[in-house]
Every structure is written in C-alpha cells, then in structure tokens.
C-alpha cells in the first residue's frame, strides 16, 4: 500500500488526502462484474506490481456528484480494519471516477456458498469463522466516531481472500450507489431485488424516514448466517421481490425445519435461536455485537 499519490492524479482526489491513482499506472483492466456499485474490474498497478480491483462509475458526473462521492471514499478510506477491504486510492478522471482496492482472489462468499461444483463442502469450521469475522468487521463499523453503518450488507459483499478471511466491501456508500443505480436503470438488473432479501421491513417504504440504524445491519446478518448455514438463496423460490417484501411485513421468516438446516449443524438451537432474534420484527428486539 502506498501513501503516496501514485504518481500524479487529478487534484480532485488529492484534495480529500486520498491517494490519487492514474488510470495510466492501471493497464489490462479486466472486466469482472456489474453490480449495484458500478462495474468491477481486475488490474495489476504498474509501479506496486500488487493485483488490485477498480470498482467505477462510468459517464459523465455532476462536479457536486463527484465531491459528494470524493467525500464518501475519504470516509471508506479512513476504516483500516483487519476484515474490512481496505482502500488503496481513488481513479479521478475527467470520464470516469473510480475506488481502487486490493484484489480477492477468492471472490465473494455469495461465489463460495453457492458454487457448490467448485466448493461441494465447506468444513463447519470455516463457516462459524466467516460469520465470526463479518461480525468482527461490522462491529469495527459500528463503533467508528461516528459509526459508520453498512447498510447493504450481503453476501455479495462480503469479499474472501486467498486463505478464506473475510474482507467487507461497499459499506458507507449510499451516494455511489444511488447514482451507479441512476446510470444503470435501462438495464434488467436485479440489484434492488438482491438487496431487498436482506432489508429489514422498516426499511422497505423510502417515504417513510426510519432513524439510521445499526439495526439494520443485523437483521442483514441474521440472513446472511442462514444462508451460510444452509448454502441456499433466500427466498430463492419466490420471483417477484413486492412478495417477499409482503410476506416479511406480516411476519414471515425463512426456513428454519431439517429441510434448510440440517440437523448436523454444530450448536443448531443456539444459532437458530441468534437468527430468529437477529431478524425480529421490532428493530428494539434485535442484539447488537457488542
């Protein structure tokens, strides 16, 4: 990691004290994934001979926009946490604007959970050590002054490295997504359904303002430790989000019979008993990871 400005770089990025990173020193840019948060591409920095990953917001940006988002990668590049995906430096271009972090090379832990033909079984152990480490990460959130809350926490966030530790992307990044989603909405993709699995019913109507909450975040981990617990998707039967948003607002959870959670499960009446009080319906009944 490097302090320094990477070699010149707009005044833009340099302004916010974030290491600026010219797309000249990020050649062989290789496209990964588009998400909620721009496209993901792959790279190799020219002068730290270290892969790197560059999330971007392609087109043409508002300069109160681009501040806006400056502001928000400044406050990303303040959280050094062992499980959080550190920032390396921002990509400030007159037609673009990009984060630059380091590369995982074993992808997401939605990649690891559901690529069942490339993972046919993962030891129990590193599944508790997964949930234990995302808990770690987000409490080092929580407890930021002033916290810092993710707020779209899901598996597909939650980054591994090459021995399987977990790395907490896309948190604190409500402008960025707002406006990549703005750029993107032409297209049949499936963020705000992936997202809404994950949502806590108080927060599923934009008009009516909740007080921003760390509870938020567990009732997003409470689903993500079934999932982990079951390697299925959730609500993977059900196609139209309004249903599983309907469901979810009287009540209705996930699966907890044999048929998800298998009766071998270490602890299983203890983790079941987490989940259930993690996504309770009143946001005052769910714990915090204090």
């Keep these: 990691m490097s302090g320094g400005d990477g070699g010149g770089g707009r005044a833009g990025a340099l302004s916010y004290g974030l290491p600026s990173i010219p797309s000249s020193k990020l050649p062989d840019l290789r496209f990964i994934s588009r998400g909620a948060y721009g496209t993901v591409s792959s790279a190799r920095h ?20 681009r501040n806006h988002l400056l502001k928000e990668a400044e406050i990303l590049h303040k959280a050094r946490f062992t499980y959080i995906l550190p920032i390396l430096g921002i990509c400030n271009e007159p037609e673009f604007l990009g984060i630059v972090t380091e590369y995982m090379i074993n992808g997401s832990l939605n990649q690891l959970l559901h690529g069942k033909d490339v993972y046919p079984d993962i030891p129990w152990c590193l599944r508790f050590r997964i949930l234990y480490e995302i808990a770690l990460g987000v409490n080092y959130l929580h407890n930021m002054d002033p916290p810092l809350l993710h707020h779209d926490l899901k598996t597909q966030n939650i980054l591994l490295d090459d021995e399987f530790h977990v790395k907490i992307a896309d948190f604190g990044m409500s402008k960025w997504r707002v406006i990549s989603m703005s750029q993107s909405r032409s297209e049949s993709s499936l963020p705000e359904g992936g997202t809404i699995i994950y949502m806590p019913p108080e927060d599923y109507n934009p008009s009516q303002k909740t007080r921003a909450s760390v509870k938020h975040d567990i009732y997003s981990y409470a689903v993500i430790m079934w999932e982990v617990m ?7 039967e059900v196609i139209n989000p309004l249903q599983i948003m309907y469901s979810v607002s009287q009540g209705q959870r996930l699966d907890l019979s044999e048929g998800s959670l298998s009766m071998d499960i270490p602890h299983r009446r203890l983790i079941i008993r987490l989940m259930e009080s993690g996504w309770a319906q009143n946001p005052d009944e769910r714990p915090s990871f204090l």
Aim: with cysteine.
């Design 46 to 65: 020219a002068d730290w001979r270290v892969p790197v990953a560059l999330k971007c917001l392609q087109g043409p940006l508002l300069d109160s926009d």
């Design 230 to 236: 079951s390697r299925k998707q959730p609500f993977e």
